[in-house]
């Protein structure tokens, strides 16, 4: 007993070095054993939990060990959003930020805390009783893919934290990156064993981490850096932003040492500019710099539009450009029939990647910038956005130009081309009766967005459209392995990987579905609020125009979009079609608003920090009995619902006699 005892003492100090010494070098930068005696004390666990397999636990640095994955990634639902932030480009665009926040507030100024935008993969990391059991992607920032077992690899990521008198459940959000010196060298490794080599270290991230075999991913160079950090179960304690950097500082979670505090936009451009200043010398890529309302309690009072934080913004760098050749222009004939016209460069690296296409927009922008075929160009490219062509060389142009006269029947299907009024696109109107729109319309239905098909590619959609075996995107779920058989790259087990997914996508959400049959107009965010508000397609259906518009962000354009594809009876044959062949999801009727006086048809604005209830209760409550709420106050508003540190609201409401609400009352008057 007295052995085991020693034993167990044993493993426990060799883990609590090993733990030390991953920290010193991959968060601290500063190891402090050579890479042998590291080697050894490994060793030492190894040998001791192979003799003692009781004494092996979750948090043991040999269970960074990769293993191989029987499935995709499964699915992983966002309790909070994972949204994206809004950008800004230039100081114009940065001082309208400023102005909104100290407006909305009622300050003179406001505190930052500003730091880099790392460019790599955003990730959510959740503790449970101090061990690491979850990690997922963003996804589409409601749903993630589960890469717990890649995540465990990282070294940088602890596998247990002391969480001390923080709750059971913490999530810790944050970004994955590949430093730069680490990326060249591994695609040098990838050249020599003659595989992929990645177009850029957020690429090269991206693809080490969805690896259904983790042994690899563990192979890969990747590190970890939060920028977050948020908990249930107790009352949160922290009131800034900082303070949240400096708990996991404390929690030896790696950060980034550059998250400064400045105050206005004077303080904000400093800091952007001297980020600037470092961005060659940094070891990973960025691609902008982040500012964040620094207060807690301002960030909530703040609160959300539907697609970002209104508290934070992302100041992009200016995005970067190079002189190309145009060998040639033609046309691509997109989804929604949109005609746009491609310019075909000489091959040119540009922020990352070769670029050999870029798009003119339309036929405006081509006379507008004046691009003729052998004109040389330069070409601008930021982050994943298309590249496009900026301004013609005039200076270097040859001799030997040619001008493009765009088309006047569709290169795919032979139809007239027409221009919609109010519009500067040419546009093909057969829908998917035209190959191009019918090829995209199921990519886009099969994109990972929407009803996330793995494995069905570009090139296996037009196998089976050649082969006539789907002629659109309901036809995928009419296909089986023995249909499979006999197509170039598919052996077995293809096809039965392929086959899977298909049926695993199935059920899904009405939002999803809604983004999936490619209406014009209706991107994601768009999609989750139909299905938000109406619940089922036949309640859609129902909807006039100004019944659409009543969704937030919906305006006149696209109400019409959604009214005229859900009065097609092709379009409603389509989702029919969807239905018979196995496709599901669950119907997202809003709660049923109960009646009280006090409450529905009223308007509230809400402040500060409620004693009991979080915000986002708050707000269910009144919605659920018909109130609603707005984020400024003024004469239309009815009440304001105060908490502690209500702020310049609290006044203005006061000024304009404006009755004053307590979290008491409103709980009093649901209780009625």
Not at 279 to 287: A, G, W, Y
Not at 564 to 588: A, H, M, P, Q, T
Not at 650 to 658: N, R
């Amino acid at each position: 007993m007295k052995k085991n005892s020693a034993i167990e003492e044993t493993v426990l100090t060799l883990k609590k070095e090993i733990q030390e010494h991953n920290f010193n070098y991959y968060v601290k930068d500063d190891p402090t054993v050579t890479d042998s005696a590291y080697d050894d004390l490994m060793r030492k666990l190894e040998e001791l939990e192979k003799q003692y397999p009781e004494l092996i636990t979750e948090d043991s640095p040999t269970q960074r060990v990769g293993m191989l994955s029987n499935s995709a990634f499964n699915q992983v639902s966002h309790k909070k959003p994972m949204l994206s932030l809004s950008n800004v480009f230039h100081e114009d665009e940065l001082a309208a930020f400023d102005k909104r926040i100290k407006t909305d507030l009622g300050v003179e100024s406001i505190n930052y805390a500003v730091e880099p935008k790392f460019d790599g993969l955003a990730i959510a990391l959740i503790y449970e009783g101090g061990f690491f059991s979850l990690g997922a992607t963003r996804g589409d920032g409601f749903t993630g893919e589960d890469v717990t077992h890649n995540l465990k690899t990282i070294k940088s990521i602890p596998l247990k934290i002391d969480t001390k008198s923080l709750p059971s459940r913490i999530e810790i959000r944050g970004e994955v990156v590949m430093f730069k010196e680490d990326f060249l060298t591994l695609n040098k490794k990838q050249e020599e064993l003659g595989q992929k080599v990645f177009a850029n270290p957020r690429n090269a991230a991206a693809g080490s981490l969805r690896q259904l075999d983790s042994s690899i991913t563990a192979t890969r160079p990747l590190r970890f850096y939060a920028y977050s950090i948020d908990f249930e179960g107790i009352e949160n304690t922290l009131t800034s932003h900082s303070d949240s950097i400096k708990l996991l500082n404390e929690l030896k979670i790696p950060t980034t040492d550059l998250v400064e505090n400045v105050t206005g936009v004077v303080g904000l451009l400093d800091y952007y500019h001297e980020i600037i200043d470092k961005r060659q010398s940094l070891p990973f890529d960025i691609d902008g710099v982040v500012y964040k309302v620094d207060s807690l309690n301002y960030q909530d009072e703040l609160g959300f539009v539907s697609r970002a934080p209104r508290w934070a913004v992302a100041h992009k760098f200016p995005a970067e450009e190079a002189e190309s050749q145009v060998l040639g222009i033609d046309v691509q004939v997109g989804r929604t029939g949109a005609i746009t016209p491609v310019a075909r460069l000489k091959p040119t690296f540009v922020s990352g990647v070769t670029v050999t296409n870029a798009s003119l927009h339309n036929e405006a922008e081509l006379l507008r910038k004046d691009v003729h075929i052998n004109d040389f160009v330069l070409i601008r490219r930021a982050g994943d956005v298309v590249p496009e062509v900026v301004s013609v060389i005039k200076a270097k142009r040859p001799k030997n130009i040619e001008a493009f006269l765009m088309p006047i029947q569709c290169p795919e299907c032979g139809s007239k081309l027409k221009k919609e009024e109010g519009e500067a696109i040419l546009r093909c109107c057969e829908g998917i009766q035209c190959p191009a729109q019918r090829k995209q319309s199921i990519m886009h239905f099969a994109s990972r967005k929407a009803m996330d098909i793995d494995g069905l590619g570009e090139k296996i959609i037009d196998q089976l459209l050649e082969n006539k075996m789907i002629n659109d995107f309901t036809d995928l779920y009419t296909l089986d392995l023995g249909s499979l058989e006999g197509l170039e790259r598919f052996g077995e087990k293809s096809s039965k990987n392929l086959i899977e997914s298909i049926h695993k996508s199935k059920e899904t959400t009405l939002g999803r579905l809604i983004y999936a049959l490619g209406i014009r107009g209706v991107g994601e965010a768009t999609a989750k609020d139909l299905a938000k508000e109406f619940g089922t397609i036949s309640n859609i259906k129902a909807q006039t125009r100004e019944g659409l518009e009543g969704v937030d962000d919906i305006g006149p354009t696209v109400s019409g979009f959604i009214h005229c594809y859900f009065n097609d009876l092709k379009n409603l044959d389509l989702i029919d079609r969807l239905i018979n062949n196995g496709v599901s999801f669950k119907e997202e009727l809003r709660k049923e608003v109960k009646f009280v006086s006090e409450i529905s048809d009223k308007v509230f604005v809400l402040t500060g920090t409620l004693p009991t209830l979080k915000r986002e209760d708050a707000k269910q409550i009144i919605e659920q009995y018909g109130g609603k709420i707005t984020s400024t106050v003024s004469k239309k508003t009815d009440y304001l619902l105060a908490g502690n540190d209500a702020g310049s609201k609290l006044e203005k409401a006061q000024a304009l006699g404006i009755v004053i609400l307590s979290e008491n009352d409103l709980i009093k008057w649901t209780e009625e």
